[in-house]
């Protein structure tokens, strides 16, 4: 895959990203990546450490826009939640994406990033796939209308595994569709590195499209 590094700037905002794109990307999905804590700050490089760009720099050939953006040093993705749609939006109209065929995954940080854009933008992705992750479980009726395919280590010891099992039943409790594959005695960085090697999660995001674009009401919005 070809691929092109980039800076996102906003006012006083800067952000590192890396796009991987194929000879022709009439038609293809975006899958947006977000990486764990350790790669966060200036060297763009370190984001080969895992996941997609892992993969993707290991020679996997991929049927999509990748866009992996590099979070900044002294930030979490939920801190930065608009300025990472921003930067989608950017790249969407580049490369022509299709607005049904949008997803967006992430391990360790970027998996508690992933839920929290699904839930901050629930209207917007065809899937979300958080591998090693966790968030506000009482928000998920957002998601109610987002598939979501969530993968996490049964001996995961830095992220525990309930954090995505309380995340997935909320889901589910409130309508939604939401798959938690469980991998039986794999830690955090291993399966991490499992989901996206031997799982099916990338084909599952490259299959997705989203139908219903309906606005979501905010938890509690009626009381604001």
């Known amino acids: 895959m070809n691929f092109k590094d980039c800076v996102y700037k906003k006012d006083d905002f800067s952000m590192n990203y890396k796009v991987f794109y194929n000879e022709n990307n009439d038609n293809l999905p975006l899958i947006v990546y977000l990486h764990g804590a350790g790669e966060r700050g200036e060297n763009v490089s370190h984001l080969y450490r895992h996941g997609i760009p892992k993969l993707i ?64 933008y629930p209207s917007f992705f065809a899937g979300i796939a958080p591998v090693a992750g966790g968030g506000m479980s009482w928000r998920c009726a957002k998601l109610a209308k987002t598939p979501v395919f969530a993968v996490h280590g049964s001996a995961d010891d830095t992220v525990p595994f309930t954090y995505s099992k309380l995340m997935a039943d909320a889901v589910n409790a409130n309508g939604g569709i939401a798959r938690l594959l469980k991998l039986d005695g794999l830690g955090h960085n291993d399966g991490i590195d499992f989901a996206y090697r031997n799982t099916e999660i990338i084909d599952w995001l490259l299959n997705m499209r989203r139908n219903n674009f309906d606005y979501v009401p905010e938890i509690c919005e009626e009381m604001f």
Not at 71 to 84: H, K, Q, R
Not at 98 to 112: A, E
């Open 57 to 120: 720099n290991e020679g996997r050939e991929i049927p999509a826009v990748v866009l992996a953006p590099q979070c900044p040093a002294l930030c979490v993705w939920d801190n930065i939640v608009d300025e990472v749609k921003s930067l989608i939006d950017s790249v969407v109209k580049e490369f022509n994406i299709k607005n049904d065929r949008i997803c967006i995954t992430g391990s360790s940080m970027g998996g508690f990033g992933t839920w929290s854009m699904g839930l901050t």
